[in-house]
T-cell receptor, first 112, second 114 residues
């Protein structure tokens, strides 16, 4: 257990539905990252926050995806109008000022 | 193009045997290289971090090497155990503003059989 928690651990949804995932980082960490990982591949960067500011977004993050970190602590990742191609593991990581990133257990999303 | 490539894609070994996983990278500018272990259905956990000037770093039965000239790294696992079955991911931190960006390999899936 790295200290980063994610909820839910698994989510099954029907195509077209909206889903929201939550990440709670290690409490003193100011940076929070979201990644997506498909089967047999390494994680791909989606976006990251420093405190409450979203500093970078990948081109992978289409306009159906939105992430927030309103108080600089926990973060949410929402996917609107889910598609089957969104099925993946969504990983959250946190770090202190860009040092070692600690990953959460991930949320596995299945879109049917 | 900034890439990290790993080989083999998958590997099956018997318990107690040693194995070596390979990683080649073309990431620039380079900051450090990390090996992560990812159990099925879990997030990656860091095994080692190596900077440009470090050639070898050990963590128990795991030994990582780095050749910054050829841009190659290896992860050697000694006396494998069933619990070593996992995906091993090579990750390079690309230097940049605001802390840089992690570039991930696709992982090597290791299966240790009794």
């Amino acid at each position: 257990d790295t200290g980063v928690s994610q909820d839910p651990r698994h989510k099954i949804t029907k195509r077209g539905q909206n889903v929201t995932f939550r990440c709670d980082p290690i409490s003193e960490h100011n940076r929070l990252y979201w990644y997506r990982q498909t089967l047999g591949q390494g994680p791909e960067f989606l976006t990251y926050f420093q405190n409450e500011a979203q500093l970078e977004k990948s081109r992978l993050l289409s306009d159906r995806f939105s992430a927030e970190r309103p108080k600089g602590s926990f973060s949410t990742l929402e996917i609107q109008r889910t598609e089957q191609g969104d099925s993946a593991m969504y990983l959250c990581a946190s770090s202190l000022r860009g040092n070692e990133q600690y990953f959460g257990p991930g949320t596995r999303l299945t879109v049917t | 193009k900034n890439q990290v490539e790993q080989s083999p894609q998958s590997l099956i070994i018997l318990e107690g045997k040693n194995c070596t996983l390979q990683c080649n990278y073309t990431v620039s500018p380079f900051s450090n290289l990390r090996w992560y272990k990812q159990d099925t259905g879990r997030g990656p956990v860091s095994l080692t971090i190596m900077t440009f000037s470090e050639n070898t770093k050990s963590n128990g039965r795991y030994t990582a090497t780095l050749d910054a000239d050829t841009k190659q790294s290896s992860l050697h696992i000694t006396a494998s155990q069933l619990s070593d079955s996992a995906s091993y991911i090579c990750v390079v931190l690309r230097e940049g503003r605001q802390g840089g960006k992690l570039i991930f390999g696709q992982g090597t899936e290791l299966s240790v059989k009794p």
